[in-house]
């Protein structure tokens, strides 16, 4: 646990750091997005990682997050640090109502369910105009402020998206390391074997569902009050991939993965973009190359390649 | 201990189990024995609350257990040895067990009480302090079966069902993990709800005995007198060649 803490340190000494060393303040504004995105792969590993639950409709939870933060002050007039807990108390509480019926599929079914209920939250995003102003999105939403400090340039706001997503790594190696952890993956590898020792399989899915929601809720207020202003465009389906994607090429069941991926994914398309029109392809190759090279993603991907490379090199050596 | 009366359990429409009642006194080893198919499992399964029963009683030290979840019926001080283990196979060996006593964390119980019985364990399986930092899926067929029954014990049930111990296991492993059962029942008083197709090893081990056919008890009785009659002998035990 030691070891744990030093390593957890370290990483929030680096996250410090970074915004030093790129003066640049759009690369500032990417490296905030990895905040957010960060927060919403940790999010969903949770409850794919850990308890083996799919989920197709997580982009959902983060724009009813967003939205929820964002009628909320703009048209309530609400102090977003209340609107913020408000959206992610409701959020929660939809989750865990809409866990108990979807939790019960498994598999294919289960991706399905979540899948139609992302894509419903979508459709209520578009459709309900006089609420959330439809497909033209919602404008004029406040930045969050403690005192007299505003929270209202690209710098402050990465400061402020990491401190949300630092509390969110250490809660989720809270989580990894304690008997609830155990269950969970206990849950992932023999739901059978882990009621009959005593897990309440079903409660607990449903319970890590809306715990998952919650974040992504949260990750949703952050991303309205940074932005200011919200469109559906941001919460279909296509993000909901997205972020699964995340997950798996970071590594399932990890406490870092999900933010190697949330970086690798936030960065990629940023840094091709100097490919022109082949940066779609060499995306496409890149993510293709690591599932069939790494497929314990990046965080274990590494020492893998590193001792596939040596067996090479002695031989014989046995794995 | 434990009275099963008249218990009917469906999968879907099929009826798996017809009527079936069956008693456990406390610290006694009673085998339940028949063919695949013959509802064995599905028994099982029903006592502890993951198929419940559509019809009948099932009583543990007199209180109701049929309509409960599996969970309450594990605090009660009912463990069961899954088929086929079902150890969690990519976590360690020290996790398994510390999951088994998952229940007891929750209730409030000092970690130390809960050390203990992993020692207690460990006495008993000492394979498995040698690995306890060792993934469970790495272990061999018979150091799964011994960590499955561990992880059992650390509920610490009253009663534990096991559910085919003996599969796929070689003669001299069964043979170890029967005497560790014989052993848990002359140290702690465990009550044993004995699953088996390897009939001759668990009537040898059991007090008593019911045989189970498609569904139904259809013989009962002391275990040296199943093992002796000749409907069992012919059916279960393979028949001697004179």
Same mark, same amino acid.
């Given at each position: ?319 | ?82 088929? &086929? ?5 990519? +976590?360690? %060996? /020290?996790? !398994? ?5 998952? $229940?007891?964390? =929750? @209730? ?77 029942? &002359? ?5 044993? +709800?004995? %699953? /088996?197709? !390897? ?5 040898? $081990?059991?007090? =008593? @005995? ?33």
């Amino acid at each position: 646990m030691k070891r744990e803490l030093l390593k957890f340190l370290a990483f929030a000494l680096f996250v410090c750091l970074v915004p030093l060393a790129c003066r640049g303040g759009y690369l500032i504004n990417v490296l905030l997005f990895v905040g957010i995105n960060t927060m919403l792969a940790i999010a969903l590993n949770l409850l794919l990682g850990y308890a083996g639950q799919i989920s197709l409709g997580h982009a959902g939870f983060f724009g009813l997050g967003a939205y929820l933060s964002g009628i909320l002050t703009v048209t309530y007039g609400w102090n977003p640090w209340l609107a913020m807990p408000a959206a992610a108390a409701l959020v929660g509480c939809l989750a865990g109502l809409l866990g108990f019926p979807i939790l019960k599929l498994r598999g294919h079914y289960l991706a399905m369910a979540t899948l139609g209920m992302g894509i419903i939250i979508y459709i209520v995003f578009n459709e309900t105009i006089e609420l959330t102003g439809g497909p033209s999105g919602l404008s004029g939403i406040a930045n969050l402020s403690i005192g007299s400090l505003t929270f209202d340039s690209d710098c402050k706001n990465y400061y402020l998206v990491w401190f949300f997503a630092l509390v969110t790594v250490l809660f989720s190696l809270n989580v990894a390391n304690s008997r609830i952890g155990r269950a969970l993956k206990a849950i992932n590898d023999s739901e059978v074997a882990a009621r009959v020792v005593g897990v309440n399989a079903r409660l607990l899915k449903v319970q890590i569902f809306a715990l998952s929601a919650i974040i992504c809720s949260l990750a949703g207020s952050l991303y309205a009050h940074c932005m200011t202003f919200i469109s559906p465009a941001s919460f279909g389906f296509n993000f909901s991939v997205e972020l699964l994607t995340m997950v798996v090429i970071g590594g399932l069941g990890s406490v870092y993965g999900p933010f190697l991926g949330a970086a690798l994914l936030t960065l990629l398309p940023e840094i091709l973009r100097g490919a022109n029109d082949y940066d779609i392809v060499i995306y496409g190759a890149l993510l293709v190359l690591m599932v069939m090279f790494m497929p314990g993603g990046l965080v274990r991907g590494f020492p893998e390649l590193r001792r596939r490379l040596a067996k090479r090199k002695g031989g014989v050596e046995h794995a | 201990m434990l009275r099963v009366e008249n218990v009917n359990t469906y999968y879907g429409k099929v009826r798996a189990l017809k009527d079936v009642s069956l008693h456990l006194g406390e610290g006694e080893i009673v085998a339940l024995i028949g063919a695949n198919g013959a509802g064995k499992t599905t028994m099982l399964n029903t006592i502890c609350g993951v198929t419940p029963a559509a019809a009948g009683e099932i009583l543990f030290r007199g209180e109701p257990v049929c309509a409960l979840l599996p969970d309450r019926i594990v605090k009660l001080g009912i463990s069961q040895v899954p088929e &086929g283990r079902q150890v969690f196979k990519p +976590l360690s %060996v /020290e996790d !398994n067990l510390e999951l088994g006593a998952y $229940l007891r964390y =929750r @209730g409030g119980e000092g970690k130390k009480a809960i050390h203990n019985d992993m020692k207690q364990v460990f006495t008993l399986f000492p394979r498995l302090e040698e690995r306890r930092e060792q993934l469970a899926g790495t272990m061999s067929g018979g150091e799964q079966q011994m960590l499955a029954i561990g992880r059992a014990m650390m509920a610490k049930p009253k009663l534990l069902l096991l559910d085919e111990p003996s599969m796929g296991l070689a003669p001299l492993v069964v043979q170890e993990i029967f005497r560790v059962l014989e052993r848990l029942r &002359g140290e702690t008083g465990m009550t044993i +709800l004995l %699953v /088996e197709q !390897n009939a001759k090893a668990a009537l040898k $081990l059991a007090d =008593r @005995g019911y045989v189970l056919e498609t569904g139904k008890v259809v013989l009962e009785g002391p275990a040296d007198e199943l093992i002796e009659n000749a409907v069992v002998k012919s059916a279960y035990l393979g028949k001697s060649k004179n």
